[in-house]
């Protein structure tokens, strides 16, 4: 397990005691999980209705970074890590569950999923570890060691996509990394030269949501390609994106809205796993919102799915700190 400690409030939750008897309480205790999830650029594009024995996971379109998440794929995948988190929480106290997707309700905001609890869940023993590790999971922008991941490490990871569909790929080659590299640079440029973009990106740094980490390590990279700065040099420093022993790639063979949410299921389960194992994850994702970017993409490493997720992997020092979130409250909405 990793050996990083919560420090502020929200990741505190496993020192507070399971509600034991008003439902409603108990279905807003497990969201205390969910919103520990990671989120593109931290936006928490969730929203929730809790009315026992279902909660509701609907989207806050008003969180969807437009700029670079046009058709809200971005918001999907990061409603699929929040919704695993509500699941894995779930069956650590006890309930099973039902989950319909977008199912069709009346609501001022769109629903992504309709979860029914029910008593008599259980969580098997690979969930446990899932379970253990939400506090701790965090995004890790920093610098990555040389060590190589274990097999059986990659192993574990792999176990853990069970959804039809869905596939996990590593991309251990140092030259398809650079061509990685390349295709995420060109959307990087092309990001910060939107007005738009930049605007919103702003906007997020000054409100404390877009992490540092990110926003240092793809100026660097944009100001080396403008500058042609020998690449392999810049991306030896901490925080480059590709500067990691391994790269993982998420994609599904169909590509509609339930797929994305699944594709961030699967992602958040690979992401607690890594954590159980002591590695670090950090999503290089943001581009690949565009659709020009995933066709760049899936030409230059000759993909035959959607690439829905792309993130490093390796190990490292733990971030000092975790990201902030909205206070749950903020994101339960009134009956
Ligand atoms: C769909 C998705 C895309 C993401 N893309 C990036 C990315 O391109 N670069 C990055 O540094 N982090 C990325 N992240 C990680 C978020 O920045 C991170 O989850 C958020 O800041 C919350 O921090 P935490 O994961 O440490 O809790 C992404 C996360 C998700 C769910």
Known sequence: ?????????????????????????????????????????????????????????????????????????????????????????AEHFGFAHNVEYFPEVDDAYPWAAAVTLASGGSLAPWRQHLFDC???????????????????????????????????????????????????DRADAQLFADPNARQAILESVLEGTIAVGWLASTLGRIAAHALRLDALALHR???????????????????????????????????????????????????LGLLSNRQALIAALHLDATPQMLFRLGFAEPEPEHTPRRPLESVVLAD
């Open 134 to 184: 939400i506090p701790a999971r965090h995004t890790n922008h920093r610098r990555y060691q040389e060590r190589p991941v274990p097999a059986e490490a990659l192993r574990a990871l792999q176990n853990v996509v069970v959804e039809e569909g869905v596939v996990l790929q590593f991309v251990e080659d140092v030259e398809t990394h650079q061509r990685i590299r390349e295709v995420l």
């Open 237 to 287: 420093e901490e925080g480059a994106p590709l500067h990691a022993p391994l790269v993982g790639l998420i994609l599904t063979q169909e590509d509609d809205r339930v797929q994305q949410v699944r594709a961030g299921q699967v992602f958040e389960r690979v992401h607690l796993m890594a954590t159980y194992l002591g590695l670090s994850v950090q999503p290089i994702n943001h581009a």
């Open 1 to 89: 397990m990793s050996a990083y400690e919560p420090k502020i409030t929200p990741w505190a939750v496993k020192g507070l005691p399971f509600p034991q008897k008003d439902a409603r309480e108990q279905l807003l205790f497990l969201l205390r999980f969910a919103i520990l999830a990671p989120s593109i650029y931290n936006t928490q594009p969730w929203l929730f209705r809790v009315a026992p024995p279902t909660i509701g996971l609907l989207a806050n379109p008003a969180q969807r970074f437009a700029a670079c998440d046009p058709e809200g794929r971005h918001l999907n995948l990061s409603l699929g890590c929040a919704l695993e988190n509500l699941l894995i929480a």
